[in-house]
């Protein structure tokens, strides 16, 4: 039975806007370095204008106080205010906040007066203008997000050009997903009379006798964790960054055999997260886990579709035998394959396949990645009465 590859979910409501697959500055030919500190066997990232590009380009690491992109808003209440929802906190909570902020910068290095002069900028109050600045944009980019709704809802409806084929992405094609041709379902719109999706990066300052805008202290304390295999792949694959060690800036082999006694598994993680990121895909290490896999692969980002590739990684030799990464049995695999087929994706075993002549000295260093060979198996769950209705169709 050949496996059926179903195209990838497109998201119904979309707050982002596509800028660009990787972190790289290719329009001016110039590829500014971010930088990154290994702390507690984590990969950090502090900067704030380091963490836009890294996340906004190719959705790399997540922050740490926040679901997936780092803005940290868990706040009780929300209020519309000049066409932003902003959340609503106390003076004393705003003073709180502060103080977290003010002892995160000096966990950062910052000296009392630096801190103080940063602290200061922060609370400044924000300008009516600035604010209607910023929902401008938003209307803009919610304007933009509903007209490719609407081409989608026509998509859907099969009213497209006479002649246009409807390319659905397989794992193992050369052109990856970001060069099919179609954006998958289409979606439903969203009402017009919608609130906007909420925006904390400002907060609303509420007290007795006044109410004021003011910049979120919490944005200073919300930074990017890269995977290990993510930091690796920014610094190896694509030269844009810099990690450090106790203000040391650390090698390519150093890294490398850094991350490898961290992780036992990481020659075999990184082949196949470099593989699927070159192909285009957006690679997520932890997002699998509440799926007992190693990856999750999405089109574009998951802002814009839900997964649609829940990636096992195997370790095998030449013969396709040796010690697995995990315990497999008929009974693990049935369980693993239905709950994949439940959450709408595919279930893909990636074999990470090693030369019978590599040496344990060979992994030392990543020249070896152009000697592994990584083989793609989708796993398709058999349903008996799906079989029976095609015997009978017969």
Not at 151 to 169: D, F, I, K, W
Request: hydrophobic share 35%.
């Amino acid at each position: 039975m050949q496996a059926e590859f179903r195209a990838p979910r497109r998201r119904v409501r979309i707050y982002e806007e596509y800028r660009a697959p990787f972190p790289l500055d290719v329009e001016h030919g110039q590829n500014k370095t971010a930088e990154a500190q290994l702390v507690h066997n984590h990969v950090l990232v502090y900067g704030e204008d380091h963490i836009q590009r890294i996340y906004g380009q190719g959705f790399f690491g997540k922050g740490i106080l926040s679901r997936s992109k780092p803005e940290f808003c868990v706040f009780d209440q929300w209020q519309e205010h000049e066409g932003l929802l902003l959340p609503v906190i106390s003076p004393s909570r705003y003073k709180q906040l502060m103080l977290w902020a003010r002892l995160g910068l000096s966990a950062q290095g910052l000296d009392e007066q630096a801190a103080s002069q940063v602290l200061h900028e922060l609370s400044e109050p924000v300008m009516k203008g600035d604010l209607r600045k910023v929902a401008g944009a938003r209307n803009g980019a919610d304007s933009r997000t509903k007209r490719c709704r609407l081409s989608n809802s026509l998509e859907s409806q099969n009213l497209r050009p006479e002649g246009e084929l409807n390319v659905t992405p397989e794992p193992g094609h050369e052109s990856g997903p970001d060069r099919d041709q179609e954006d998958g379902p289409g979606c439903t719109d969203i009402n017009e009379s919608e609130a906007s999706d909420p925006h904390p990066t400002f907060v609303l300052v509420a007290s007795d006798s006044e109410v004021c805008v003011r910049h979120c202290p919490a944005t200073l304390l919300d930074y990017l964790q890269l995977s290990l295999v993510e930091a690796f792949f920014l610094v190896y694959g694509l030269g844009c960054l810099s990690v450090s060690q106790h203000q040391e800036p650390l090698s390519v082999i150093q890294l490398w055999r850094r991350f490898r006694s961290l992780d036992k598994d990481f020659v075999c993680l990184y082949s196949v997260y470099h593989h699927f990121r070159s192909k285009g895909w957006v690679a997520k290490v932890g997002g699998g886990a509440k799926y007992g896999v190693d990856l999750m692969l999405y089109r574009k980002g998951p802002p814009f579709y839900h997964a649609s590739y829940s990636v096992v990684v195997e370790k095998v030799d030449h013969m396709f035998t040796g010690s697995m990464m995990r315990s497999f049995s008929w009974r693990t695999l049935a369980a693993l394959s239905r709950i994949t087929a439940n959450v709408s994706k595919e279930l893909l075993l990636c074999y990470v396949i090693y030369p019978a002549d590599m040496s344990e000295a060979d992994l030392d260093s990543p020249l070896c990645l152009s000697r592994l060979k990584v083989q793609e198996v989708v796993i398709s769950r058999w349903v008996s009465s799906k079989e029976r209705t095609e015997q009978d169709d017969f």
